[in-house]
């Protein structure tokens, strides 16, 4: 259990879940609850059966359990900050995760096993404002509240800004529920028969249903201003086979990998259908000639060749390299969005493209590890990655009832690429110390960051990107990490400043650091506005062309052990951001840091030095999310019978 009210000095009076006992898991703003129960029956030494369950809940007002849309596009804070004096009205997020899985392995043999796995995976997530039925939502407003803020006018008349920009009755914008229920099974053999071979072939294969709704604006309407509403039966799976060998000190990895999807019976009826106008005919046409017939399902495959070398140069150097491929299917809404025929058709929504392929990502990696003492240790690791067949959006032209009009859909046609330097270096200082310094530099460019760029484009709330590569908003190109860890055994009685210490206990530090998010800046262009204001342009010529402000924290971890009642018990105390060092979360494209009061802010914030007088309102922008997490002390106690 870990239940928390956060930092942001604002909760709700109670959550409620509508699908997990309504109040009794949700005392405060965070609640996270899990479990697990695992067995081993050991039939005897050829044989052994293991089951486990796992349980986890999580209940809170968290906008990023919906944030699902998100490829490597770094998530909101989540925090709902417009409903902070609202918060009883707004959504609760129920995350309901629970697995049982079974796996027999048996012994062939001295050199030789089998092991079967099936497992039941379930998960549920319902968005909702305490149970509400969407019908039941209205729309949230902001009204005229004391104290009452004035402004002056050019003719001397004197009028009440228009609210303060944060909601003070109505819901939330989303009503939404989904699951996910799949089954698997994965058979795996491995055998080593001592010649300098150790093989490893497996088959796994995964049968899915998957359910969505997603109402948006409910007070719209029967089913809102915009829907979504499908279930989908896709399955997956892949098979694979793997050599290890060993010669002459030289140990390669070389694999084979098959990856193959079943879209499902849905996808095939839109693709069937020609009321579903949302798919063109030539969409149609390639979804028959990219896909292969078995037993009367459509389904797409992979071939990935996957390999690794490592060398010893010396008896303390040692080179490795390694090669892959790496495939990923895409995100569900990306191929089933709004594929019948009565989903909404509101402007500029994004509708699936049942023909979508998997994304792949091919990837290098190269590096050396020397050991100068027993214990001295560095690596360095160059990598390169390659992502394409990237998902993005483009505008079609319609067809049938939309001829005419446009809509926005999916499509491979991005791509990225990552390369960077990694370096570590570990060091044991004595029997009791130990060290690790890690860093790493990268960089991330491609056509888009995210699935979303061009709908973006299309909506006029992002320039359009030339064809060439740009920085990625989710690079994060440097970073530093040291760990220090002092471990006194029971027995050993070290002194410190000729001060003797108590035995039995363990501290560490550690401290990190890493660039800030990337942003698109706006630059001055020494005009200002009527009311006075700065006025500030983006410069879309350079798209997250700039780095926030870096982030950097210290944690502490201090714990002692002993024993009482025949039982081990260790007493622990943890500090996290031990400097309560404030981390830029939300940027301000102006200056590259959180905002505070005073400081110039761009077209469409807020400004408290220069207060919007037109409704609708926007908050001043002092969310309390604007930082990650300040200083965190906790205290607790582990027991083990």
Same mark, same amino acid.
């Given at each position: 259990?870990?239940?928390?009210?956060?930092?942001?000095?604002?909760?709700?009076?109670?959550?409620?879940?509508?699908?997990?006992?309504?109040?009794?898991?949700?005392?405060?703003?965070?609640?996270?609850?899990?479990?697990?129960?695992?067995?081993?029956?050991?039939?005897?030494?050829?044989?052994?059966?293991?089951?486990?369950?796992?349980?986890?809940?999580?209940?809170?007002?968290?906008?990023?359990?919906?944030?699902?849309?998100?490829?490597?596009?770094?998530?909101?804070?989540?925090?709902?900050?417009?409903?902070?004096?609202?918060?009883?009205?707004?959504?609760?997020?129920?995350?309901?995760?629970?697995?049982?899985?079974?796996?027999?392995?048996?012994?062939?043999?001295?050199?030789?096993?089998?092991?079967?796995?099936?497992?039941?995976?379930?998960?549920?997530?319902?968005?909702?404002?305490?149970?509400?039925?969407?019908?039941?939502?209205?729309?949230?407003? #902001?009204?005229?509240?004391?104290?009452?803020?004035?402004?002056?006018?050019?003719?001397?008349?004197?009028?009440?800004?228009?609210?303060?920009?944060?909601?003070?009755?109505?819901?939330?914008?989303?009503?939404?529920?989904?699951?996910?229920?799949?089954?698997?099974?994965?058979?795996?053999?491995?055998?080593?028969?001592?010649?300098?071979?150790?093989?490893?072939?497996?088959?796994?294969?995964?049968?899915?249903?998957?359910?969505?709704?997603?109402?948006?604006?409910?007070?719209?309407?029967?089913?809102?201003?915009?829907?979504?509403?499908?279930?989908?039966?896709?399955?997956?799976?892949?098979?694979?086979?793997?050599?290890?060998?060993?010669?002459?000190?030289?140990?390669?990895?070389?694999?084979?990998?098959?990856?193959?999807?079943?879209?499902?019976?849905?996808?095939?009826?839109?693709?069937?259908?020609?009321?579903?106008?949302?798919?063109?005919?030539?969409?149609?046409?390639?979804?028959?000639?990219?896909?292969?017939?078995?037993?009367?399902?459509?389904?797409?495959?992979?071939?990935?060749?996957?390999?690794?070398?490592?060398?010893?140069?010396? #008896?303390?150097?040692?080179?490795?390299?390694?090669?892959?491929?790496?495939?990923?299917?895409?995100?569900?809404?990306?191929?089933?969005?709004?594929?019948?025929?009565?989903?909404?058709?509101?402007?500029?929504?994004?509708?699936?493209?049942?023909?979508?392929?998997?994304?792949?990502?091919?990837?290098?990696?190269?590096?050396?590890?020397?050991?100068?003492?027993?214990?001295?240790?560095?690596?360095?690791?160059?990598?390169?990655?390659?992502?394409?067949?990237?998902?993005?959006?483009?505008?079609?032209?319609?067809?049938?009832?939309?001829?005419?009009?446009?809509?926005?859909?999916?499509?491979?046609?991005?791509?990225?690429?990552?390369?960077?330097?990694?370096?570590?270096?570990?060091?044991?200082?004595?029997?009791?110390?130990?060290?690790? !310094?890690?860093?790493?530099?990268? !960089?991330?460019?491609?056509?888009?960051?995210?699935?979303?760029?061009?709908?973006?484009?299309?909506?006029?709330?992002?320039?359009?990107?030339?064809?060439?590569?740009?920085?990625?908003?989710?690079?994060?190109?440097?970073?530093?990490?040291?760990?220090?860890?002092?471990?006194?055994?029971?027995?050993?009685?070290?002194?410190?400043?000729?001060?003797?210490?108590?035995?039995?206990?363990?501290?560490?530090?550690?401290?990190?650091?890493?660039?800030?998010?990337?942003?698109?800046?706006?630059?001055?262009?020494?005009?200002?506005?009527?009311?006075?204001?700065?006025?500030?342009?983006? #410069?879309?010529?350079?798209?997250?062309?700039?780095?926030?402000?870096?982030?950097?924290?210290?944690?502490?971890?201090?714990?002692?052990?002993?024993?009482?009642?025949?039982?081990?018990?260790?007493?622990? !105390?943890?500090? !996290?951001?031990?400097?309560?060092?404030?981390?830029?979360?939300?940027?301000?494209?102006?200056?590259?840091?959180?905002?505070?009061?005073?400081?110039?802010?761009?077209?469409?914030?807020?400004?408290?030095?220069?207060?919007?007088?037109?409704?609708?309102?926007?908050?001043?922008?002092?969310?309390?999310?604007?930082?990650?997490?300040?200083?965190?002390?906790?205290?607790?106690?582990?027991?083990?019978?």
């Amino acid at each position: 259990m870990f239940i928390t009210d956060l930092y942001a000095g604002y909760t709700a009076g109670q959550l409620n879940s509508s699908i997990f006992h309504g109040t009794t898991f949700a005392p405060r703003q965070d609640n996270d609850w899990s479990g697990l129960v695992k067995t081993t029956w050991q039939i005897d030494d050829t044989h052994k059966l293991v089951a486990g369950y796992n349980h986890s809940i999580r209940i809170n007002q968290n906008t990023q359990s919906l944030q699902t849309n998100l490829e490597y596009v770094p998530p909101g804070p989540g925090y709902p900050y417009e409903f902070q004096y609202n918060l009883d009205n707004f959504d609760t997020f129920t995350h309901d995760n629970n697995l049982f899985s079974l796996s027999w392995v048996h012994t062939l043999g001295p050199s030789t096993f089998y092991d079967i796995k099936l497992s039941r995976f379930f998960t549920h997530l319902r968005s909702d404002v305490a149970g509400k039925h969407w019908t039941e939502y209205t729309e949230p407003q #902001d009204i005229v509240t004391l104290p009452l803020e004035y402004y002056a006018t050019g003719d001397s008349m004197i009028l009440v800004i228009p609210g303060d920009g944060f909601y003070d009755y109505g819901n939330g914008y989303v009503w939404h529920d989904h699951h996910v229920e799949e089954y698997t099974g994965k058979l795996t053999i491995e055998s080593n028969r001592g010649t300098g071979h150790k093989l490893k072939a497996g088959l796994e294969a995964t049968a899915q249903e998957m359910q969505l709704v997603d109402i948006y604006a409910p007070w719209y309407g029967e089913l809102g201003l915009n829907n979504d509403i499908y279930t989908v039966h896709p399955s997956f799976g892949a098979a694979f086979v793997q050599d290890n060998i060993i010669f002459s000190g030289m140990l390669a990895n070389v694999g084979l990998r098959f990856d193959w999807w079943f879209p499902g019976e849905y996808v095939e009826r839109a693709v069937d259908d020609t009321l579903v106008v949302t798919i063109p005919d030539e969409t149609r046409e390639r979804f028959y000639d990219d896909t292969y017939n078995f037993f009367g399902r459509r389904w797409k495959g992979r071939l990935s060749p996957r390999i690794g070398i490592s060398h010893p140069v010396s #008896d303390n150097q040692m080179l490795f390299f390694s090669y892959g491929h790496f495939n990923k299917r895409p995100k569900p809404q990306f191929v089933y969005a709004k594929l019948g025929p009565n989903s909404a058709r509101s402007t500029f929504q994004k509708f699936g493209n049942p023909n979508l392929d998997l994304e792949t990502t091919v990837a290098y990696e190269l590096g050396i590890r020397q050991k100068f003492t027993q214990d001295d240790v560095l690596s360095l690791t160059a990598y390169y990655k390659d992502i394409f067949d990237y998902v993005t959006t483009i505008s079609v032209k319609g067809e049938g009832r939309l001829s005419g009009k446009s809509f926005i859909t999916y499509v491979n046609l991005d791509y990225a690429r990552v390369r960077g330097l990694e370096l570590e270096y570990k060091k044991r200082a004595g029997r009791h110390l130990t060290g690790r !310094l890690s860093g790493s530099y990268s !960089l991330a460019t491609g056509k888009s960051s995210s699935s979303d760029d061009a709908y973006l484009v299309a909506r006029g709330q992002l320039d359009e990107n030339p064809i060439k590569e740009s920085n990625l908003v989710w690079d994060r190109p440097w970073q530093l990490g040291a760990d220090l860890i002092l471990d006194v055994p029971e027995g050993i009685s070290p002194e410190l400043f000729g001060l003797p210490m108590p035995d039995n206990w363990s501290a560490s530090l550690r401290f990190f650091m890493q660039t800030g998010k990337r942003y698109t800046p706006y630059i001055a262009t020494g005009d200002t506005l009527v009311d006075g204001r700065p006025e500030y342009l983006l #410069d879309d010529d350079h798209p997250y062309s700039q780095l926030g402000q870096h982030w950097h924290w210290i944690d502490l971890n201090l714990t002692k052990y002993f024993s009482f009642l025949g039982m081990k018990q260790a007493l622990e !105390l943890e500090v !996290l951001n031990v400097f309560d060092r404030r981390n830029t979360n939300i940027i301000n494209p102006v200056t590259g840091r959180a905002y505070e009061l005073g400081d110039p802010v761009p077209p469409g914030w807020n400004d408290p030095l220069y207060p919007d007088r037109q409704a609708p309102v926007q908050p001043y922008p002092f969310n309390p999310a604007r930082y990650l997490s300040p200083r965190n002390i906790r205290v607790g106690i582990n027991v083990a019978f």
